[in-house]
């Protein structure tokens, strides 16, 4: 799958979308999502042009990939879930339901997050 550049990550990347931001470095952007499923729900994008974890995994430098994690790491703790634990995700593609076309990793935490999968 070819990266489609106006997703709407790639938009507020270019600041034609506002975004309520949380974290941005060299390689980073975190913001609300902006519809939270959870009391805590920030996403987590790489600025790079990365359509899913699948393409960014196969294709990000090892700078990247390490500024993502460690940025990753380093927001769940300034959002307060680090101790309290908090779940990942990343959709991929049409069987992982992904909606936004630019590799992001949601944490989702402040409560008990119940089961891992709901099949529909
Ligand atoms: P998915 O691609 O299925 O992992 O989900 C995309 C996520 O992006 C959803 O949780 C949306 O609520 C969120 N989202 C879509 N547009 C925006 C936006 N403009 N600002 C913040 N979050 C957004």
């Given at each position: 799958m070819s990266y489609d550049s106006n997703n709407v990550f790639a938009r507020i990347l270019r600041g034609e979308i506002r975004c309520a931001k949380i974290y941005e470095d060299e390689h980073v952007l975190a913001f609300k999502d902006?519809?939270?499923?959870?009391k805590v729900h920030a996403l987590v994008i790489p600025k790079g042009a990365y359509v899913s974890a699948q393409d960014f995994g196969a294709k990000a430098s090892e700078q990247e990939i390490a500024a993502f994690h460690r940025a990753v790491s380093k927001i769940a703790a300034d959002l307060g879930v680090a101790d309290s634990g908090y779940r990942l995700i990343s959709n991929i593609g049409g069987h992982g339901h992904q909606e936004v076309p630019h590799y992001h990793v949601h944490i989702l935490g402040g409560q008990p997050m119940g089961k891992m999968v709901n099949l529909p």
């Open positions: 902006i519809r939270p499923q959870a």
